[in-house]
């Protein structure tokens, strides 16, 4: 109601890249590590990370950023991509790093973890999206998302920053237009009428939600008309977060 922080806290040296939510904890992403922080405990002084966790990196160098973080309930893992251009799996039990994946030829930004099967999905700085098999450790499909004339806007580079899925569909979007796709057949259905770059989206009922340069939040139909334009103070959208449960 005051619209004010309950709490801060320095989380890391370092920028925060990345934010996920488990049951217990909140666990925060930087330069080549993770943190996790009890929900229990937030807010409270002296409050302390109940562990930190670093992927393991190709040089003692380089310590490259994760950009983006996503919980897989299917086996209480997480999901990661990051600044090396490698997708890694973590087993939150454990708290071992149990896959590498390898593929793209620059940093990730944004990865998506498919509900109904074993499987995520990466976008990255080289212009694509990549489908994963979690069991094989494998990629099973690459899709060049600027190489699709409907979807290329060569004036703003090929970069994939925003990424969603949802049962067979997926939402991608960054230099490209931001675009629904159809998972099976590859194809691209519907390139929402957005001239700004877009930097997040998510699937929300029968709309998709996106947000990125211009200081608006869109509500979009799936048939690709723009349902609403909300208004915001910030001249960027960086994340988008649902209240699942608010009315």
Known sequence: ESKRPVSVFQAHPGPVYSLVSTERHLVSASDGELKAWPWAELGKKGCREVWTRRPPSRSTLEVPEINSVQLNTRDNSLVMGGGDGAVRVMDLESGSFTLSLW???????????????????????????????????????LIEVHKYEE???????????????????????????????????????????????????????????????????????LSGEPRARVPCSSPALRSLCLHQRAP
């Open 103 to 141: 593929g793209h030829q620059d940093l990730v930004h944004v990865v998506s973890v498919r509900e109904q099967l074993p499987q995520c999905l990466s976008g990255g700085e080289d212009g694509t999206v990549r489908l994963w098999d979690l069991r094989t450790g494998t990629q099973a499909q």
């Open 151 to 221: 979807c290329s806007r060569p004036q703003n580079g090929k970069w994939i920053r925003c990424l969603a899925t949802d049962s067979d569909w997926m939402v991608c979007g960054g230099g490209p237009a931001l675009t629904l796709w159809h998972l099976r057949s590859v194809t691209p259905t519907t390139v929402f009428p957005l001239p700004r770059c877009q930097h997040h989206a998510l699937f929300h009922q029968d709309l998709v939600l996106s947000g990125g340069q211009g200081p608006a939040l869109h509500q979009l139909q």
